[in-house]
């Protein structure tokens, strides 16, 4: 008896092995380009993000003195020629916001280690730094 497959048309029952694995090969550098290019750009994106930040701070630690009031550490570093302003936030045990300021830091220096007051409307239990900028000047309110 012969074989089946050795007499079926050429294509009739699908693509041929070759047409297979060109595709399989295109798809192939197709996803490689489109990772490179994501890699790419995120690298870019995380690149440019952290340059343009010129003024960065950390929170070093915190200390609640009493039901009005949190004592916060702060590291800032920022040029040595600009001022520096950092918004700290105090919480509750319950999550809620109980006081947030700004503080300007214009040490000559390029890098400060500070403690600032934060006044609270209700006991804080945490200190959050969510973020720094550099201050605005007059001529920049302007323009």
């Known amino acids: 008896m012969a074989d089946v497959r050795a007499r079926t048309p050429e294509g009739r029952y699908g693509r041929s092995g070759a047409a297979d694995a060109r595709t399989d090969r ?18 870019w994106a995380g ?26 550490n702060l590291q800032v570093r920022k ?5 520096g302003v950092c918004t700290v936030r105090a919480q509750a045990d319950d999550g809620l916001e109980v006081g947030r300021a700004d503080f300007t830091f ?3 220096g390029d890098s400060t280690h500070r403690t600032v007051t934060l006044r609270t409307t ?6 959050e730094l ?7 000047t007059d001529a920049d309110a302007t323009s």
């Open 79 to 83: 040029p040595a020629d600009s001022d």
């Open 47 to 72: 690149v440019s993000y952290i340059g343009e930040q010129k003024v960065t701070a950390e929170l070093t630690g915190f200390q609640v003195v009493s039901d009005e009031r949190i004592d916060v």
């Open 26 to 43: 295109r798809l192939r550098v197709v996803g490689a380009v489109l990772g490179a290019l994501l890699l790419g750009f995120i690298a």
């Open 122 to 127: 209700a006991r804080a239990t945490s200190a």
């Open 106 to 108: 214009a040490d000559e």
């Open 130 to 136: 969510m973020g720094c900028s550099e201050a605005r």
